[in-house]
């Protein structure tokens, strides 16, 4: 059982389609294996300047693969009428010519997280604070320090796991803060994993140059997936027995 987890493409169409370009490629699944589902954590909309395109390859994506999406915070806010920072003027108006635009279907019953085997898929955090703005799963933060900030709640690794805990769960997968991040809790108390990226050459033919780092999910695991925005999208692949944090460069 195999599946890619995107997440923060922020309207960027030129970078979702070098995703998307190299998982479909034939030496993605002989290096990786089988696709049999894909995660999209959420945050296609805001600061990018290409939202109409972006969620034309989503809605593309979920005709090829079984596609999980999960509602982001500038999603939210989008479909809200929240004011977010981050776009410029272009990204503003692009965004206001989708309003009304039968696209926006994607979001009909999205929801703000999905479990499967032991592994809770949210785009920004595990707690059950509420229904106000801030306190949403799509808008709670992972920090060092918990506490309220206008960005959303903040939570730190040791609460995640107390939350995961409750509910018979060991593993956390988030993105929101487009950095890649991971945290294990072991015997000695939540470590910080250190992410060192390594290239790889693909087998049966490239598909560009990937850099890589393998999670043993051998203990209760939190992974932070970077962006699939920019020159470098991230984004990762598992089998739930292993994580693996992948980066085109």
């Known amino acids: 059982m195999g599946a890619v987890i995107f997440s923060d493409v922020h309207a960027d169409a030129a970078a979702l389609a070098a995703f998307l370009s190299c998982i479909k490629k034939p030496a993605f699944v002989d290096q990786f294996g089988t696709i049999d589902f894909i995660v999209n954590l959420g945050d296609m909309l805001h600061r990018g300047n290409h939202p109409k395109e972006v969620?034309?390859?989503?809605?593309?994506?979920a005709k090829e693969y079984r596609l999980v999406s999960i509602m982001g915070n500038h999603?939210?806010?989008?479909?809200?009428?929240?004011?977010?920072?981050?776009?410029?003027?272009?990204?503003?108006?692009?965004?206001e010519q989708l309003r009304g635009s039968p696209l926006l279907s994607i979001f009909d019953g999205m929801p703000m997280e999905w479990v499967h085997d032991d592994?809770?898929?949210?785009?920004?955090?595990?707690?059950?604070?509420?229904?106000?703005?801030?306190?949403?799963?799509?808008?709670?933060?992972?920090?060092?320090?918990?506490?309220?900030?206008?960005?959303?709640?903040?939570?730190?690794p040791e609460m995640a796991f107390v939350a995961l805990r409750s509910r018979g769960l060991s593993h956390l997968c988030c993105?929101?803060?487009?950095?890649?991040?991971?945290?294990?809790?072991?015997?000695?108390?939540?470590?910080?994993?250190?992410?060192?990226?390594?290239?790889?050459?693909?087998?049966?033919?490239?598909i560009g140059s990937l850099d890589i780092v393998h999670v043993p999910l051998d203990m209760p695991t939190i992974m932070r997936v970077g962006a699939c925005y920019g020159k470098h999208p991230e984004f990762a692949f598992t089998d739930f027995k292993t994580f693996t944090f992948i980066r085109m460069s």
């Open 55 to 61: 969620l034309e390859h989503v809605l593309s994506l």
């Open 119 to 156: 592994m809770l898929f949210v785009h920004g955090g595990p707690l059950e604070l509420g229904r106000s703005t801030l306190h949403l799963k799509s808008w709670q933060r992972l920090g060092r320090e918990a506490g309220e900030f206008f960005t959303g709640y903040h939570y730190t």
């Open 75 to 95: 999603d939210h806010a989008f479909l809200n009428s929240l004011t977010v920072s981050g776009s410029d003027e272009m990204s503003i108006y692009r965004h």
């Open 175 to 206: 993105g929101h803060q487009h950095t890649a991040v991971c945290c294990r809790n072991t015997p000695q108390g939540v470590k910080t994993f250190d992410l060192d990226y390594s290239p790889i050459k693909m087998a049966g033919g490239m």
